[in-house]
Structures are given as C-alpha cells and as structure tokens.
T-cell receptor, first 113, second 116 residues
Framework: DGGITQSPKYLFRKEGQNVTLSCEQNLNHDAMYWYRQDPGQGLRLIYYSQIVNDFQKGDIAEGYSVSREKKESFPLTVTSAQKNPTAFYLC????????????FGSGTRLTVV | GESVGLHLPTLSVQEGDNSIINCAYSNSASDYFIWYKQESGKGPQFIIDIRSNMDKRQGQRVTVLLNKTVKHLSLQIAATQPGDSAVYFC???????????????FGQGTILTVHP
C-alpha cells in the first residue's frame, strides 16, 4: 500500500544534541512538508520541498535543517539551536503545487531530556 | 498575519446526536478548504474538502458548509459515534492559483468527545 512513513515514533534528545527525524513516502509525490504541532495549537510549517534538491523555509525554520536528495525522502534535523524542540512533528506529502491529496505520516514525538 | 481559527476548542455530544464544528478564516483569497480528523498520537486524516466556488459538499455522514460572506466554515457530523472522538482541524489554501505550493494554513483544532 502507498503511504508515508515517519520514524521513530518516539525520540528523546539531550540538551545540545542534533537529532534527525525520518520521513519516507512511496506515493510518487513531488512535494513534501514538515510541520510542528504543539498542544492547543495548529500545525506550523517548518520546511517544504517541491522537487528533489530544492527546499524552502516555512514559518518556523529557525533551529531546523532538511535535505531532499531523493524524491522519496525528506529528513528533518532538529539542531541544538532549536531552544524548545519538544513537540509532535508531522511529515506530509502532496502532488507538486497541489493541496488536495495531502497525506500525513503518523508523526514523531520528540522530547528533550 | 492572517490565520484560520476555531470558535470552540471543545465539543461534547451524546452518541447519535449531530455535531457541528466551526471554523473562521480571514484570508478572502483562500480558494480551498479541508477538514482533518486527528486521533491521539496519530497524523491528521482527510475527512472532506470544499472549493471556494461551492457552498456545500456532502460525504458519508459529513457535510461541509462554506459561507464566504462571513468567512466561515463548518463541519457537520451526522449520528455521531464514539469513534468520531478526536481533534478536528480546518485548513485553508491561502493563495489562489499556483503560488501557494501546497502550503496549508491550519486552525487550532476542536476536541470532539462523544459520550456513549
């Protein structure tokens, strides 16, 4: 079945560490997105990518980095510069430039310990 | 900046009742709206969508109504069931045409609790 897979489901980070969240899709979607979700708030866009080897900052990109070396993969690195990284991170994909057919992964919960 | 918001953060209903979840948006250029359901610890799931050239769209047990005059969106769930308990988000495509690159703007969410 086609879908979008995020791993790990739970991730713990020590102060000062960089951690990388994985996002893989086999939907043949060109566009991929990373959102952050905090309790009581909507989803906020971190980074997005419309095609391989290209990505753009979203609304809250500071302290995060991404790469898009393959169409299927869009990993997110939470760097030590992100001062409040504890949150639920959601990856999504869609047909390039379109919002219908938007598909989300099951999320990664990151906690700073 | 412009954003999508929800009037009611929580909604409790009895099983079998109809539920109405509301959403206000402020960007008059938005041309497409989506409702998502998110269960605890999971990613959002698509429920139903509507384009700005429509006022109403029906799915299985769900109806979305769009009032562009007052920039209001609602989701109606008929015969609500305990399995409908979740957080419901509205989302909008804030730019008409092809310039939005698929970026959605999300509301805060409404927690729907269905009591047996």
């Amino acid at each position: 079945d086609g879908g979008i897979t995020q791993s790990p489901k739970y991730l713990f980070r020590k102060e000062g560490q960089n951690v990388t969240l994985s996002c893989e899709q086999n939907l043949n979607h060109d566009a991929m997105y990373w959102y952050r979700q905090d309790p009581g708030q909507g989803l906020r866009l971190i980074y997005y990518s419309q095609i391989v080897n290209d990505f753009q900052k979203g609304d809250i990109a500071e302290g995060y980095s991404v790469s898009r070396e393959k169409k299927e993969s869009f990993p997110l690195t939470v760097t030590s510069a992100q001062k409040n990284p504890t949150a639920f991170y959601l990856c999504a994909s869609s047909i390039r430039g379109r919002t219908y057919g938007y598909t989300f992964g099951s999320g990664t919960r990151l906690t700073v310990v | 900046g412009e954003s999508v918001g929800l009037h009611l953060p929580t909604l409790s209903v009895q099983e079998g009742d109809n539920s109405i979840i509301n959403c206000a948006y402020s960007n008059s250029a938005s041309d497409y709206f989506i409702w998502y359901k998110q269960e605890s610890g999971k990613g959002p799931q698509f429920i139903i969508d509507i384009r700005s050239n429509m006022d109403k769209r029906q799915g299985q047990r769900v109806t979305v109504l769009l009032n562009k005059t007052v920039k209001h969106l609602s989701l109606q769930i008929a015969a609500t069931q305990p399995g409908d308990s979740a957080v419901y988000f509205c989302a909008e495509n804030p730019n008409a045409g092809g310039t939005s690159y698929g970026k959605l703007t999300f509301g805060q969410g409404t927690i729907l609790t269905v009591h047996p």
